[in-house]
């Protein structure tokens, strides 16, 4: 009888035990539902507020259109300078990066045996001279008067006396000799001299490069379905890569007329003016931007185009709604689009808010 009284009350006690255990649980678990129904309320009532946006009403007018390309800047005139004549080098007059005018000797060749041939033309025009003047006055005529007797007598003498000989002769020499000495062409800076004095050096060999940086082209290629926004004339701006914030202007002043293999089409332009202090190179990589106006587009801003499954989308303002419209765009340039499909003059266009907008979406201007 203790026993079963023993065993009852033991399961009395489990019992117990077992509900107040469950009891805080379920009070918890009534404590969640209230509160993430309270959160859904929140939700709801926050997704009900109309978004502040930004909106922007379009129409037709005339777009900046910009096109955008590498190029790499070059010396209006640059010369490889080479001797006429093979010989060993003397001496080096210059440095690189040194700016010469024109006529400046640059490096002479050793030439002791084309001085020594051209004193001896010397003497034999003088030679030659001197039997000209004998056949002068045997033939009637003066010393040193060559009107003393008739051009054809006077054309004859020379050739007999061996004078106009005697003249090539000295012309020839004076031309071997002056080929010794590599001067100037024009007004530049000397570049790429990599010869030692003492060493051998023929025509064939390039001495230096003389660069005119007083004016510059540059040369840049543009798509071949590019081709039609671009013309002779046009202006364009021209950014060095070098780190400097200086803008260059130029002019169009030639298109090749062939596409190569890349589907490009080579242009040219020329530098205006170079601002003073600014450091320009041969060969320097710089940004091309042609600037171009159409006009009668619808244009938009940028922050006006979202994407959805990669498709472009515009959201237009109607009567505290978003709408949805897919859009199709041609002409871009850093701000700017032209709309072809999707939108027409006089849609009010949202350009700030529209983000993560939906179709119907309640939204409120923002002045």
Not at 49 to 73: A, C, R, Y
Not at 153 to 165: A, D, E, F, P, V
């Amino acid at each position: 009888m203790f026993a079963l009284q023993n065993k009852t009350f033991k399961t009395i006690v489990m019992r117990k035990a077992i509900i107040f255990t469950i009891i805080p649980f379920l009070l918890l678990s009534c404590g969640d539902k209230k509160s993430s129904n309270d959160d859904s309320a929140e939700v709801k009532k926050v997704q009900t507020e109309p978004q502040p946006v930004e909106v922007k009403v379009i129409d037709t007018g005339t777009f900046k259109s910009q096109l955008f390309s590498n190029g790499i800047l070059h010396s209006a005139r640059k010369a490889e300078l080479r001797f006429r004549t093979s010989g060993i080098l003397k001496a080096i007059k210059v440095v690189n990066g040194e700016r010469v005018a024109k006529n400046t000797l640059i490096a002479a060749l050793q030439n002791k045996k084309e001085y020594l041939a051209l004193e001896q033309a010397k003497d034999q025009v003088e030679s030659a001279l001197i039997e000209l003047n004998s056949q002068l006055i045997m033939h009637g005529g003066k010393q040193n008067d060559t009107n003393s007797v008739s051009k054809q007598m006077l054309n004859s003498l020379k050739i007999q006396s061996g004078y106009n000989r005697a003249l090539n002769q000295q012309k020839q020499a004076r031309l071997a000799y002056n080929n010794t000495f590599l001067r100037a062409p024009f007004t530049g800076v000397v570049s790429g001299i990599k010869a030692q004095s003492f060493n051998m050096i023929s025509p064939s060999d390039i001495f230096c490069t003389l660069l005119d940086n007083s004016s510059y082209i540059v040369e840049f290629t543009i798509l071949e379905s590019e081709s039609a926004r671009v013309n002779k004339g046009m202006e364009i701006t021209i950014e060095p890569f070098a780190g400097d914030t200086s803008q260059l202007a130029g002019v169009i002043t030639e298109i090749n007329p062939t596409v190569d293999k890349n589907g490009l089409i080579t242009v040219k332009a020329s530098v205006n003016s170079i601002p003073a202090g600014l450091s320009l190179f041969d060969g320097m990589n710089v940004r091309v931007i042609i600037d171009n106006t159409v006009p009668g587009k619808i244009i938009i801003p940028k922050e006006a185009l979202v994407l959805r499954s990669n498709r472009k989308v515009v959201f237009t303002y109607e009567n505290g709604l978003a709408k949805w419209n897919y859009v199709k765009t041609s002409l871009e340039n850093s701000t700017q689009y032209v709309v072809t499909e999707g939108l027409a003059p006089g849609d009010s266009v949202i350009v700030k808010g529209n983000l993560n907008l939906a179709h119907d979406a309640k939204v409120k201007i923002e002045k």
